[in-house]
């Protein structure tokens, strides 16, 4: 198995232009994450899907964020406008169904965003 | 709410000393409790998880933790550390019946010297 797959793994941007980060989950996995990573705040859940569906999205810091999971093969995390505080590092994880519950997560490489 | 703490911020240890990593956990039930390992630039690896049942738990690398109730803690021990083990640790909480909303520890980092 490839594991979780990331893309881009670096991503260099401007303040205000749009940014949008990929994740293939693992094949078979019914429940994807996304995570980001600061010095400040450590590793905070944004958002998780379940069979494609948005079941909590109380981690999304603004409406700047936006997520998608239009097939169970990839979502994607999408930030407009940018900003540079919005700079950090964003992880995919994925996990399958433990008698109906979310089991162990696994996690991508991680997507170094850095908004100037 | 579920919270974590891993009091170490940094530790340092010669190879082929112990380790013993801290984690105290903050939830009403039992929960599920995990480490993960995260070295530079990569992203986190599972270490060992704790459902329920034994609560020693062997994980990769060598790895084990300890789940003690009484004292709200899930250490992680390695007997003798090897210099790849220098890296980032986690640990990790969720409620009981789900893994999914994890809480995350600060981190601890690891540094082994020769």
Not at chain 1, 39 to 49: Q, S, V
Not at chain 2, 89 to 109: I, N, W
Request: glycine letters at 8%.
């Amino acid at each position: 198995d490839a594991g979780v797959i990331q893309s881009p793994r670096h991503e260099v941007t401007e303040m205000g232009q749009e940014v949008t980060l990929r994740c293939k989950p693992i094949s078979g996995h019914d429940y994807l994450f996304w995570y980001r990573q600061t010095m400040m705040r450590g590793l905070e859940l944004l958002i998780y899907f379940n069979n494609n569906v948005p079941i909590d999205d109380s981690g999304m810091p603004e409406d700047r964020f936006s997520a998608k999971m239009p097939n169970a093969s990839f979502s994607t995390l999408k930030i407009q406008p940018s900003e540079p505080r919005d700079s950090a590092v964003y992880f995919c994880a994925s996990s399958g169904d433990r008698g109906g519950l979310a089991d162990e997560q696994y996690f991508g490489p991680g997507t170094r965003l850095t908004v100037t | 709410a579920q919270s974590v703490t891993q009091p170490d911020i940094h530790i340092t240890v010669s190879e082929g000393a112990s380790l013993e990593l801290r984690c105290n956990y903050s939830y009403g039930a039992t929960p599920y409790l995990f480490w993960y390992v995260q070295s530079p630039g990569q992203g986190l690896q599972l270490l060992l998880k704790y459902f329920s049942g034994d609560t020693l738990v062997q994980g990769i690398k060598g790895f084990e933790a300890e789940f003690k109730r009484s004292q709200s803690s899930f250490n992680l021990r390695k007997p003798s550390v090897h210099w790849s083990d220098a890296a980032e640790y986690f640990c990790a909480v969720a409620r009981s019946g789900t893994a999914s909303k994890l809480t995350f520890g600060t981190g601890t980092r690891l540094q082994v010297t020769l």
